[in-house]
T-cell receptor, first 112, second 111 residues
Framework: EADIYQTPRYLVIGTGKKITLECSQT?????MYWYQQDPGMELHLIHY???????EKGDLSSESTVSRIRTEHFPLTLESARPSHTSQYLC???????????FGSGTRLTVV | SQQGEEDPQALSIQEGENATMNCSYK?????LQWYRQNSGRGLVHLIL?????REKHSGRLRVTLDTSKKSSSLLITASRAADTASYFC???????????FGAGTRLFVKA
């Protein structure tokens, strides 16, 4: 079944740790995205990719980085986590323009 | 930058009633989408309406688009407790490479 997977679902980590949030999709979509969303608030685009070896920063300044070495995989890395990074991170992918996004279930990150 | 803005921010209705949510946007669009988000989960795509369409239906959902007013509405008929969720509209910026989401309408359907 075509889908998009995010791991871990929940993560509690100490300040200063390096973390990688995983996102994989089985739909063969070229475009992938990372959004940050605080509870009950709007989504903010932090990174996106048009395809392999293509990554761009989004509208919200973020200290995270992403890579796109394979079409299906779009991991997000925080080199040094801080309490201000506490949020929900949503990964999504989309087919060519004119179709909706498919979202993963999200990773809820808490930095203590 | 926020393109779509939903109204109202929150809505509480009884089961069986209709729920109407509105979305306004600022720039020209190619399409507008509506999504649902259950608490703590990812968003689920509900319906996409293109700029040359005025109305679209999907089950109990009805979406309208008025490009002259830069606005859209989502109507959920005969609401159920399971419809309780946040509903977001999303629009594409001119080139269509990025989709901008609004802050959402929180719908609570009381059984």
């Amino acid at each position: 079944e075509a889908d998009i997977y995010q791991t871990p679902r929940y993560l509690v980590i100490g300040t200063g740790k390096k973390i990688t949030l995983e996102c994989s999709q089985t739909m063969g979509h070229d475009k992938m995205y990372w959004y940050q969303q605080d509870p009950g608030m709007e989504l903010h685009l932090i990174h996106y990719s048009y395809g392999v070896n293509s990554t761009e920063k989004g509208d919200l300044s973020s200290e995270s980085t992403v890579s796109r070495i394979r079409t299906e995989h779009f991991p997000l890395t925080l080199e040094s986590a801080r309490p201000s990074h506490t949020s929900q991170y949503l990964c999504a992918s989309s087919a060519p323009a004119g179709y909706g996004y498919t979202f993963g279930s999200g990773t809820r990150l808490t930095v203590v | 930058s926020q393109q779509g803005e939903e109204d109202p921010q929150a809505l509480s209705i009884q089961e069986g009633e209709n729920a109407t949510m509105n979305c306004s946007y600022k720039t020209s669009i190619n399409n507008l989408q509506w999504y649902r988000q259950n608490s703590g989960r990812g968003l689920v795509h509900l319906i996409l309406i293109r700029s040359n369409e005025r109305e679209k239906h999907s089950g109990r959902l009805r979406v309208t688009l008025d490009t002259s007013k830069k606005s859209s509405s989502l109507l959920i008929t005969a609401s159920r407790a399971a419809d309780t969720a946040s509903y977001f509209c999303a629009t594409d910026e001119g080139g269509g490479f990025k989709t901008i989401f609004g802050a959402g309408t929180r719908l609570f359907v009381k059984a």
